[in-house]
């Protein structure tokens, strides 16, 4: 028997569907100062390394990279003494299982798709055909931000100053981007087609007329130079997927091969929607240079939304 939720908008789309595991904040967690060539574990309870879980950082911090583990998340920093940062745990699949009070909904998978506890970041603000270089603009309770680029077949990686990814660098010329923030920093029509859901508290659990974020992909990328191919999931419609603007960490070495100042980072090539070629090299200019052995290999995300 079919069991789950669907949702339509006024023209018959389906927003959500019976099969659908919608993704769900588990929490915000802040992780104190790491000292180069170092690390520091962060505890996530029932956090698994099973492809569900996605820890992303929320600070813009360079130099630092998450890996999702057992039972929590472990943040490196491989180069740079760095302060304290800040980081988001999200499970793709929603909750486990519900509180057992208010309105719940299961999908087929036996997994809670929304209930009165449901929360997540909503997609606040977006653009398109940003020239490469570009910062990201100010936008109010932005927490995340995320890019691509604007055509397929191009390369991206992060623009920084001052230890901050700042914007998106592309060789397309030209990037998309998108934000994230919470629910509460958007205004919701009074009225209309659609799913609302409201906690105890009268705040707004949930709300099919917002874009919520979804993490489709947490992609494993070498630090030892090496080139790989990774399949991505694409968005609806085949729409191309987003990558983390601040998880794809960038450090700065020192007199590297002759080199001062060299920047290392993950580039990663956007080969169609649903695949990238991605390595960890010098950035811009530079020469090749072989980064590690870094401590733990990489972890990159992509998102789109619902």
Not at 41 to 62: E, K
């Amino acid at each position: 028997m079919t069991c789950g939720l669907q949702v339509f908008d006024s023209a018959g789309n389906a927003l959500l569907d019976t099969s659908d595991g919608v993704a769900r904040l588990w929490g915000e967690y802040g992780v104190g100062a790491i000292s180069r060539g170092s690390s520091r574990f962060t505890s996530v309870p029932g956090m698994a390394a099973d492809g569900n879980w996605i820890a992303f950082q929320l600070s813009s911090q360079t130099g630092v990279y998450g890996v999702v583990q057992s039972n929590g998340f472990t943040v490196y920093s491989e180069y740079a003494d760095v302060g304290s940062t800040s980081w988001i745990v999200v499970r793709k699949d929603g909750a486990i299982i519900s509180s057992g009070f208010g309105f719940s909904a299961v999908n087929q998978n036996d997994g809670v798709q929304i209930d009165q506890d449901y929360v997540n970041y909503v997609k606040l603000a977006s653009g398109q055909n940003v020239s490469s270089g570009t910062a990201f603009p100010s936008v109010v309770g932005a927490k995340i931000f995320a890019a691509r680029p604007s055509i397929d077949g191009n390369t991206i990686w992060a623009a920084n100053y001052g230890g901050s990814v700042i914007g998106i660098v592309t060789s397309a010329g030209t990037y998309d981007w998108v934000a994230y923030g919470p629910q509460t920093e958007i205004s919701l029509p009074p009225s209309g087609y659609g799913l609302r859901v409201y906690r105890g508290d009268g705040s707004v659990a949930y709300d099919s007329n917002s874009s919520l974020l979804r993490p489709i992909n947490n992609i494993s990328v070498p630090t030892d130079g090496t080139s790989v191919n990774r399949a991505l999931t694409a968005g609806p419609s085949g729409m191309r997927p987003y990558l983390s603007a601040y998880n794809i960490p960038m450090t700065q070495l020192v007199d590297v091969g002759g080199n001062n100042g060299l920047v290392l980072g993950p580039k990663i090539t956007f080969n169609n929607n649903t695949s990238i070629t991605a390595n960890v090299g010098a950035i811009g200019s530079g020469p090749p240079v072989n980064a590690g052995p870094w401590m733990s290999d990489m972890q990159i995300q992509f998102f789109t939304d619902y």
